[in-house]
């Protein structure tokens, strides 16, 4: 059985920085892209930031250009995205997501395979 775990969550002030990071268990797959999104309550799932497995290429929402940096380890399966000088407005739970079809909408929730457990993040002012 597939899982994604997200982990790297937690609560900071303004301006600081937070890693979070997303383990791929139970299967190796040999492309596949994997997306960063975030939902406040009562909103809807958006991406932040994609990596596509293979070839490294990025995607980022505006809101987090230049701030958030999405990468990957190939050798321990795992995901991350560094997020720096956060903002109040980051505060949301953040959930990874695998997509199979890499031609597939990268912003579109229902498009994607697997999601993980999600992290919260909080950001003080």
């Known amino acids: 059985q597939v899982r994604l775990v997200e982990s790297g969550g937690g609560s900071v002030q303004a301006g600081d920085s937070l890693r979070l990071a997303c383990v791929v268990s139970g299967r190796t797959f040999s492309d596949y892209r994997m997306s960063w999104f975030r939902q406040a309550p009562g909103k809807w799932r958006e991406v932040v930031a994609a990596i596509t497995w293979r070839s490294g290429e990025t995607y980022y929402a505006d809101t987090v250009k230049g701030r958030f940096t999405i990468s990957r380890d190939n050798d321990k399966n795992t995901g991350y995205i560094q997020m720096d000088n956060l903002r109040p407005e980051d505060t949301n739970v953040y959930y990874c997501?695998?997509?199979?079809?890499?031609?597939?909408?990268?912003?579109?929730?229902?498009?994607?395979?697997?999601w993980g457990q999600g992290t919260p993040v909080t950001v003080s002012s």
């Open positions: 997501a695998i997509q199979f079809r890499l031609w597939d909408a990268i912003t579109t929730p229902e498009r994607y395979d697997l």
